[in-house]
């Protein structure tokens, strides 16, 4: 019973961590009609030009007669069994008419990072039928965890400029050969093939390690994510979709038509039998017969009040996309999101999923994403706002403090005295009080008519009441 149980949690270890094998497409082999300017293998009437400046590795399968052949300086021609050159003579007729000049295409353009270049095989080396499962854009590259193969009998020449230190890979095959380890890496690279296979400022490192979660692991590519994108895109940029809001799934260089589904996992959460679960349950059934899954551990961008950015969190992503075209772009996809997120709100414990959130986009509504879009902006627009009041007042108490800012005095006495005149005006007739220091006749009428006119007062008197002068005093 031990020992089932132990060989039982082998193959789910197995299970768990198997690693994906990306398989490198292009080669430099002579008989590749691709690898010429005129899209076909030299005949022996041609004259073959290889540049001279540029460092090639070419693999020769096979005998070849040619008439002229301009090597480079700096290169090589790995002969398998039986292959060479011939001069031709012109004593018998080759076929080919009178000949003419081919070129070897330049090989150095060929990126590491263009997703184009690789294709997922099985670990026998067969290449996969494509099914429903797809990759994101940064994923269809070798992975941190994935194993490399180089078709044996091939020659090849890859530029591995990066913006990573490393580009960590678990094996490597080679001729053949298959290196996991970062001893034999290192003895391979001190031999006289890597410098002619690999070139560019990006180093290779091969650990011969396993992703160690069961939940799976994260690509590793996005520092390179702008140079997958290039590669892909090139100058013809994404293409026009049908839904009104398409999304951006992570490591994704376009937006798509159909549901995001970003799952928060616990430890016990399994992303080989979760996917297996969601390939079984829902992408066999019949109407869901147009619909791809691209599921796979991602790092999420994490904010504060959603501006300041704080790090990031592993995230399980679940990107569904479907062949639907116009208003029913999309809307297959978004069927089956919400079938997988009320599957979590039934099952989510048992199969170590905490929480589920759903991003939709289609051709017939805006969907979730735009819902979700408009309240994150009025979010931000709060949270904007908040922070702009608290440093208009952070502003004002720094300045009273430092003493440049001093509060008005408010002279409510004076309003209220206002206000009351206001109310009730006093008698024009009211002339104020005596002084008692300065006794001074009034003047009558007659008196003022005959001052002169310079003397005449420019505008109304103004009159004090004094509140130490006791007027019964001065009659008494």
Known sequence: MGSLLFLLGVLQLLAAARAAYKQWIPNTNF?????????RVPCASDVIHFEKNKVLSVFVGSPHVVTEMFLPLNGELLLAPGAGFAAFDGSWDSGCGSGTVLRFADAEQR???????????SPAGGQEPAGRIFSVDEERVPCQYDDVI?????????????????????????????????E????????????????????????????????????????????????????????????????????HCCGVCGAVVTLDFTP????????????QAWLSLPKYEGVQMAISKVHSAQTFLGLLPRGSVPVIQIVLVDGGAGEQAGTAAQQLATDLVGDIAQHGAALGISSSRMEVATGSTLGGHAGGRAARRIAAGTVLGLLSGLLVLGGILFLYRKGKLRPCPLRLHRLRDQAEDAASPEPVSDKGFDNPMFDVEPLDAGSVEEAPQ??????????YLNPLYDPSETET
Request: aromatic share 8%.
């Open 454 to 463: 310079e003397l005449a007062p420019q505008a109304p008197p103004m009159f």
């Open 31 to 39: 008989e590749t009609a691709s690898n010429w300017d005129k899209e």
């Open 150 to 182: 180089f078709q044996p009998e091939t020659s090849f020449r890859v530029n591995l400029d990066s913006s990573q230190p490393v580009i960590r890979l678990r094996s490597i095959s080679l001729m053949g050969q298959e290196l996991s380890s970062a």
């Open 268 to 279: 016990d959460f399994d992303l080989q039998k979760y996917q297996d679960r969601v390939v």
């Open 111 to 121: 990126s590491w990072f263009d997703p184009a270049l690789w294709q997922d095989v």
């Open 184 to 251: 034999a890496w290192a003895e391979y690279l001190g031999g006289p093939l890597a410098p002619r296979q690999f070139h560019g400022n990006g180093t290779l490192q091969v650990t011969g390690a396993r992703c160690p979660h069961s939940s799976g692991c994260a690509c590793g590519n996005t520092q390179d994510g702008h140079r997958i994108c290039a590669s892909l895109l090139g100058a013809a940029g994404c293409p026009a979709l049908p839904c009104q809001s398409p999304l951006r799934p992570l490591g």
